[in-house]
Each structure stands twice: as C-alpha cells, then as structure tokens.
Nanobody
Framework: QVQLVESGGGLVQFGGSLRLSCAASGFTLENYSIGWFRQAPGKEREGVSC????????SYLDSVKGRFAISRDNARNTVSLQMNSLKPEDTAVYYC???????????????WGKGTLVTVSS
C-alpha cells in the first residue's frame, strides 16, 4: 500500500524544538520531491519546505528560514523536518506530501499523509 505517515508532532513551549518524520511505504521516496505543508485553524494550507528529487536541494517558507531544516534519509525511506525556535504562529497540522514528476513542490502532489498536529504554547 502506497502511503506516507507523519510522526513527531506534539505540544511544545515557545522557543522549543520538534522533529517531524515522514515515512514512506509502498514506494521509494528518493524518486520524489517531498514537501512539508501546514494548515493552521481557519487558514489555508501553505508550503513550508521542499526537498527536490533531482539534487536534494531545499527551499523554505520565508517565515521558517533559519529555524526549520528538511532532510532526506534514503536508507530509511524517510524525510524529516527539524523545527527549532518554535513560535505560537507555527501551530498547525503538518503534512508531508510527495510528487514524482516534478522538481517543485508548488504543484499538485501525488501522495499525502494524514498529518501530525504541532502546538506551540506562548
């Protein structure tokens, strides 16, 4: 079964850190561009970070640059998102998603996880 499963969310205080993990089954993440997205209550979903299929280069939403880091572990077929210096405005459900035939995450993604909730208290 082709699926993505996120883990690592939870409640953290302002300034704290969390590491989200996205595990793939049924396919090989290495052949895909992988994105992390988030959706806060009452807001539209936004792209947070992307690691490209071709060269594993990365990109970030401006508001998380310097605080978040995406990484790919091909041996474990996972992609992680290290989140540091968390702020209350980072509170959201975080989703990972994969797209095969694109080097961009600003496209319709092929596979989505169900999400993991991150709550940052002030």
């Amino acid at each position: 079964q082709v699926q993505l499963v996120e883990s690592g969310g939870g409640l953290v205080q302002f300034g704290g850190s969390l590491r989200l993990s996205c595990a793939a089954s049924g396919f090989t993440l290495e052949n895909y561009s992988i994105g992390w997205f988030r959706q806060a209550p009452g807001k539209e979903r936004e792209g947070v970070s992307c690691v490209r299929r071709s060269d594993s280069s990365t990109s970030y939403l401006d508001s998380v640059k310097g605080r978040f880091a995406i990484s790919r572990d091909n041996a474990r077929n996972t992609v992680s998102l290290q989140m540091n210096s968390l702020k209350p405005e980072d509170t959201a459900v975080y989703y990972c998603a994969a797209v095969r035939l694109s080097d961009s995450c600003d496209v319709a993604m092929d596979i989505w996880g169900k999400g993991t909730l991150v709550t940052v208290s002030s």
